[in-house]
C-alpha cells in the first residue's frame, strides 16, 4: 500500500511541477532573445500598397483556426531553423527531464529489493535520456551550420559592388 501512496504522491507533485517547469522554459525565450545590432542590420525599404475594397458578392477565404495553425506551425519552423541550439536544447533537456521522472521509482524499486521489476521502463527510460543527448547535440550542429551561413551570406552582401559614394554594399 506504500508503493500506491508513494506513487500518488509523485504523480500530484509532478502535475504541479512540470507545468511550472515548462512555463519557465518557455518564459526564457524572451529573456534569451538576440538583440538586433542596427549597424550589422540588412538595409530594408517600405513600399507603399494600393488596399481596395471587395467585390461585391465575394466571400472571404480567410479562416481564423485554419490560419491560426498555419502561422503558429511556421513560426515554430522559423524558430527552429534560426535558432536551433534552444529549439533542440529544450526539447532533449525535457525529454531527459520525463526521462528521469519515470526511471527515479524504477531505481527507488531497485535500491529497495535489489531487482529490476520494471525491465521495459528502464530500457524506454534509458533510451529517451540518450535521444535527448542526441536532440542537444544536434542543435549545437545545427546552430553551428547556421552561424556559418548567416556569416556566408552576410559576406556576400558586403562583397557586392556599389554604385552609392560612400561605398559599403548596393543601393537602397
Known sequence: MARVDRHTRLVGWLKVALPLTALAILSTLFLVARRIDPEAALPYAEVDVRFSERPEGSTSKLSTVGDGW????????????????????????????????????????????????????????????????????TGMILDRITRLRLEMARLLYLALPSSSPHGGGPPP
Open 70 to 137: 498555419r502561422i503558429l506551425r511556421r513560426l515554430l519552423r522559423l524558430f527552429r531553423d534560426w535558432r536551433p541550439l534552444l529549439t533542440f536544447s529544450v526539447a532533449g533537456l525535457l525529454t531527459i527531464l520525463v526521462a528521469v521522472v519515470v526511471l527515479i521509482p524504477v531505481l527507488v524499486d531497485y535500491a529497495e529489493t535489489g531487482l529490476v521489476a520494471r525491465q521495459p521502463t528502464l530500457i524506454v527510460a534509458g533510451a529517451a535520456i540518450a535521444l535527448g543527448f542526441g536532440l542537444v547535440a
